[in-house]
């Protein structure tokens, strides 16, 4: 199976094998270790010549819809104030409940997306996969107006 997977695949899979971080309910700390994950694939795929061409942090609260049960906040290195001004605005109106990241990544071969779950309990893999489905273009896109 090794031998099949692509050096994208190959860093892929080191960076997610293991236990996911535990996301605090604090939005300072939910955004520092989102930006040390995306550092962390960021190096990874530099070794393969691959890069992450955006990254949005996957979340639920309590009064989404079924038909829309997640939002994604894009995540920049450059300006993470950003992220963290909506999520501290949300959270300051409904409990905020992280449920992953999602990657879109870029090597010589195309763009595909990857999505990390922090939550991984059946309802947090749906709404991450229901998420990860309807951005698969290979870039995240940001669900927050």
């Not at 009064?63 to 939002?71: E, K």
């Not at 909506?86 to 990657?103: A, D, E, N």
């Not at 997306?113 to 309990?121: L, N, Q």
Request: glycine share 8%.
């Amino acid at each position: 199976m090794e031998q099949s997977l692509t050096p994208v695949q190959k860093v892929w899979r080191s960076f997610a094998a293991g236990r996911p971080p535990q996301m605090e309910s604090d939005p300072l700390q939910i955004l520092q270790r989102s930006l040390e994950l995306l550092r962390r694939l960021k190096s990874g795929l530099s070794t393969v010549g691959a890069d992450v061409t955006s990254a949005g942090l996957v979340f639920t609260t309590p009064d989404m819809p079924p038909d829309h049960p997640t939002n994604t906040i894009l995540l920049s290195e450059a300006q993470p104030h950003e992220a963290l001004a909506i999520l501290v605005g949300i959270g300051s109106k409904h409990p905020v409940r992280v449920i992953g990241m999602i990657f879109g990544v870029k090597d010589a071969s195309g763009k595909q997306s990857f999505a990390y779950p922090f939550d991984r309990t059946q309802d947090g893999l749906d709404k991450l996969g229901w998420t990860w489905k309807n951005q698969s273009s290979g870039s995240v896109k940001n669900s927050i107006n």
